[in-house]
């Protein structure tokens, strides 16, 4: 079983200006291990919320709002991209995450996800995933290979990632039903919905024989891992294969997991925030038995989103950092992994937006995509390393 760390870490918060001069190059920020500018790749979005990186270039960006959009050659065009899906867009529902096929490069298929109004699940629809082919600047779909069965207001997961083998991942959000009563009747301790989940599926969305609930009556056998919250950030990591998520807590209790096959991590039965507001106890407490601890959870919470593997060149004293995002801190935190345990954190960006998402680019980069609230700039920039 994995041991949590301690959230009573040493902070090293990095300063930032407000907004980067007009140029579009901050001025020099310290870090402990790096110094680096941020330098805006392009502006002008609607709720940035996904980056991928295509060959030959070309980034794609979701819009929480349901449009697909394309940087090219630096600069952002100023058409969505057509045949992308409906998109229910209610609240924290929309387009969510976009990622290539790993052999995209000769099949041309991307997969996207979001929420859909689907007949009986209520009001604010379910989480979906699509895969269709994108050539000619076009998405054109070929079919939904995913529709969760889960019902709620809120908390769609929606996070897309591949392993080596081309196993694709899907985080699905508790959807934000209350916990009451007993605790460990709550959707996301019951494997015969999606509530809650990290799903695992082949490339085609059938489900591979060796999934962990397979054959067991009543299961979902697309699930992986359960008793989650709300994961927003998902990564595997690029030399073990480890699934990394991040997952948002209630007030306070937001974590870092590692979904092993079949494992339950404890929603709400146990945890370490509290009731909104009230701050009064909603778990029954913070271990039990055949639950998962985290590796590293965060009181306060910093409202987990993007997260990334860092393995470039760029920044070498990062290598093998987790960064993880933060909405309600508008901030990036730096996670030092030894042997899959969190030894340290510092928060090396902060002040310039909530951050919806945070990739490693092909260049060695590091790119984030921000949200302004009050109708300010919502770009998507870089880290550059000075000197």
């Keep these: 079983m994995l041991r949590q760390t301690s959230s009573i870490l040493l902070l090293a918060a990095a300063l930032l200006s407000a907004a980067p001069p007009a140029s579009g190059q901050s001025e020099a920020v310290q870090t402990a291990l790096h110094d680096y500018r941020v330098v805006t790749v392009a502006d002008g979005f609607e709720i940035p919320w996904s980056i991928a990186f295509l060959p030959g270039g070309d980034m794609l960006v979701t819009e929480k709002v349901g449009r697909l959009r394309i940087i090219r050659d630096g600069r952002l065009l100023p058409d969505a991209v057509p045949g992308v899906p409906e998109v229910l867009v209610r609240g924290q529902g929309g387009l969510m995450d976009v990622v290539p096929h790993p052999d995209f490069a ?82 996301a301790q019951d ?116 997260l990334a593997f860092y393995h470039g060149d760029k920044f070498p004293e990062w290598r093998g950092s987790l960064f993880a995002g933060g909405l309600s801190g508008g901030r990036v935190d730096r996670l030092t992994i030894e042997g899959g345990r969190v030894t340290g954190r510092e928060t090396v960006f902060e002040g310039m937006g909530r951050v919806r998402d945070v990739r490693e680019g092909p260049d060695g980069y590091i790119y984030i995509a921000l949200e302004q609230r009050r109708g300010g700039s919502t770009p998507i920039v870089r880290l550059e390393p000075v000197g």
């Design 106 to 187: 000769s099949n041309r298929i991307i997969y996207l996800s979001y929420s859909k109004f689907v007949e009986g699940l209520g009001r604010s629809g379910t989480t979906v995933v699509a895969r269709g082919t994108f050539e000619n600047d076009r998405f054109t779909l070929m079919d939904e290979i995913f529709q969760a069965v889960s019902e709620g207001s809120s908390h769609y997961g929606c996070r897309l990632a591949f392993d080596s083998e081309g196993y694709l991942y899907l985080s699905v959000g508790d959807r934000q039903v209350p916990p009451r009563g007993d605790l460990a009747a709550h959707p």
């Design 191 to 306: 494997i015969s919905n999606h509530h809650g989940v990290i799903i695992r599926l082949n490339d085609d969305g059938s489900v591979p024989d060796d999934n962990p609930f397979v054959g067991q009556a009543g299961a979902r056998p697309e699930i992986w891992s359960y008793g989650h919250r709300n994961p927003q950030g998902l990564v595997i990591h690029p030399e073990t294969d480890a699934i990394w998520l991040t997952e948002h807590g209630p007030q306070g209790g937001d974590e870092v997991n590692v979904a092993m096959a079949g494992a339950n991590y404890g929603w709400p039965v146990i945890g370490y925030g509290v009731n909104y507001g009230s701050g009064s106890a909603i778990h029954g407490g913070t271990h039990a038995e055949g639950m998962e601890q985290p590796v590293h959870f965060w009181v306060p919470s910093i409202g987990v989103s993007g």
